[in-house]
Nanobody
């Protein structure tokens, strides 16, 4: 079992930055694939960042490359998403998710077993 609690969301103007945090408790070693998924009404963007916390490998879709960075602090058992140059289209509830899979981490949300409660990110003009 893995428990995830997100924080750090808020309202920011376009071009601004936010850092989201995901506190991880439980048997995190069994779920090395971790990802951030935005969810907004009528929008399906997929994962904006994925990390294999055991290998350190990361994946970003093209529309966030150079703007978002996923990282981890193993001492604090916390996953982060640094979001820079935020755009209106980034507005969404952001969820941290974990998958009990090794190797290449999946990009589909259906493959992730554990989810946090989400943190809202609102970008305004």
């Amino acid at each position: 079992q893995v428990q995830l609690v997100e924080s750090g969301g808020g309202s920011v103007q376009a071009g601004g930055s936010l850092r989201l945090s995901c506190a991880v408790t439980g048997d995190s070693n069994s779920s090395p694939c971790m990802a951030w998924f935005p969810q907004a009404p009528g929008k399906e963007r997929g994962a904006v960042a994925i990390m294999n916390i055991r290998l350190g490998s990361t994946y970003y879709p093209d529309f966030v490359k150079g703007r978002f960075t996923i990282s981890q602090d193993t001492a604090k058992n916390t996953l982060y998403l640094q979001m820079n140059s935020l755009e209106l289209e980034d507005t969404a509830m952001y969820y941290c998710a974990a998958a009990s899979l090794g190797g290449l981490c999946p990009r589909s949300s259906s493959r992730y077993r554990y989810w946090g409660q989400g943190t809202q990110v609102t970008v305004s003009s």
